[in-house]
């Protein structure tokens, strides 16, 4: 038994996700991405198509390009492994707020992609709201 946990732990580090906080930004060296990660995602509430426009025209310190995130990159990002207690995101991120992050995803389930995908931190899950309602917004952008 100990030998098969010693070997998860090795894999999980020799094959985990690594963020690395820097500044404004979280780093994913991994999968080539930079996350934002300051003040202003704990004070922005907006809705989907603001937060849309609102990472295309970001400027972070002469750094541009940057996009709301997909669903399947926030899961890269989400830790289920942590306590109930906690906020699921990455210990890497300063500033979070348990509450809905927009996702770039829209559902063309209900009125024609009037509904867009977000993910609520405090769990970790993925749910989807009309476009109207105001969420927080968390930038990414890839890295070459």
């Excluded at 669903?71 to 989400?78: A, F, P």
């Excluded at 492994?81 to 829209?106: G, S």
Aim: proline share 1%; aromatic share 14%; hydrophobic share 40%.
């Amino acid at each position: 038994m100990r030998l098969i946990i010693i070997l998860l732990l090795v894999i999980n580090t020799l094959f985990g996700i690594k963020l690395t906080k820097s500044g404004d930004f979280v780093i994913d060296d991994h999968n080539k991405l930079m996350w934002q990660d300051s003040f202003i995602n704990v004070n922005k509430r907006l809705t989907h198509q603001e937060a849309i426009e609102y990472c295309k025209k970001l400027n972070i310190n002469g750094i541009t390009n940057w996009r709301l995130p997909t669903v399947e990159e926030y899961k890269l990002i989400i830790d289920k492994r942590r306590v109930t207690k906690q906020i699921m995101i990455h210990r890497a991120f300063k500033y979070v707020i348990q509450d809905d992050y927009w996702a770039n995803d829209r559902t063309w389930l209900r009125n024609f992609g009037q509904y867009g995908y977000y993910i609520l931190v405090k769990s970790g899950s993925i749910y989807y709201q009309n476009r109207s309602y105001k969420k927080f917004v968390r930038c990414i952008r890839d890295i070459k």
